[in-house]
């Protein structure tokens, strides 16, 4: 085969997944991962691996951020799209240059683990860079889904970014006049919320973060949610009160939500709708 044009051939895969979605496509060096525990190193799931390319996008709309139904972002939120376009970059990779490609599940593997920490990888490649509040931001579309494509393919990579989004220059101010930023302020970890820190010379220390309550709230309605209503039901002998749970609002939405349980999904978003980061994508002006 003759040498192939790696720049080129990075250029093109790119473009074409941000013609068909992404907002961001980076690549990564996956050796950036390597001392993730047993099981989650990007050579665990494809031996042999040289790139890692991730995509971020289908973030909510406008409009959607913008409704007063919170159930409306519940049923918006899914990586769903991004997994889709991942699936077929990598089948274009193997078609096209005959180079093996993985689009990484974006479900959970043994444990309620993930097959591969998307975050660090999205870090690790510049597709964001890691923030007080949890999701990774990218400086200028803030919250987006991501996916991860691992291929044997010797892309060159990008690397990290230079200057991290978070925290905000928005935030440094509030922090320097209340002692608070935007999402410690909607979701305080000293007062029943998730998120705790401190901003010194511009950067975020001392990070708290109630990782079992966030996950609860951002998959209220999901698969540990049904089992407990499952629980629940086999061991209630009266026969209202079993039908009072399998009908009723919780049930039937998480229920709905177990069917997309194979991708990422959210149901809690108000650290993000705070954060002064992509603010211009949520709001039209």
């Known amino acids: ?27 990564g060096d996956p050796a950036l991962l390597e001392d993730a525990e047993p099981g989650l190193r990007p050579s665990d799931l494809l031996t042999d691996v040289k790139s890692m390319i991730v995509l971020g996008g289908a973030a909510p709309r406008a409009a959607e951020w913008q409704s007063p139904r919170v159930e409306v972002m519940e049923t918006v939120g899914t990586a769903d799209r991004m997994a889709a376009l991942g699936s077929s970059v990598a089948r274009h990779i193997e078609d096209t240059f005959g180079y093996y490609a993985l689009n990484v599940p974006t479900s959970t593997d043994e444990n309620d683990k993930a097959f591969l920490d998307f975050k660090a990888a999205a870090i690790a490649s510049g597709a964001g860079s890691a ?85 609860d709230r951002v998959y209220h309605y999901w698969t540990p949610g049904y089992q407990a209503a499952l629980e629940r039901v086999l061991d209630e002998p009266d026969a209202r009160k079993r039908k009072m749970i399998l009908y009723g609002s919780f ?23 705070a954060c002064p980061v992509g603010t211009e994508q949520r709001v039209l002006i």
């Open 131 to 215: 923030s007080l509040a949890g999701p990774v931001l990218d400086p200028t579309y803030g919250f987006l889904y991501l996916t991860v494509i691992l291929t044997t393919l010797p892309l060159p990579v990008d690397g990290p970014l230079q200057e991290a989004a978070c925290p905000a220059p928005q935030c440094v101010e509030m922090w320097d006049e209340k002692g608070t930023t935007p999402c410690m302020a909607v979701c305080p970890i000293d007062d029943g919320g998730c998120l705790g820190g401190e901003i010194q010379e511009g950067l975020v220390i001392k990070r708290r973060y109630n990782e079992e309550k966030c996950r």
């Open 1 to 27: 085969m003759d040498e192939l044009d790696w720049v080129s051939i990075k250029s093109g895969l790119l473009e074409m997944a941000r013609k068909r979605g992404a907002e961001v496509a980076r690549v």
């Open 251 to 273: 049930f039937t939405r998480t229920m709905w939500s177990i069917t997309y349980s194979g991708v990422s999904q959210g149901q809690c978003f108000e650290c993000i709708r």
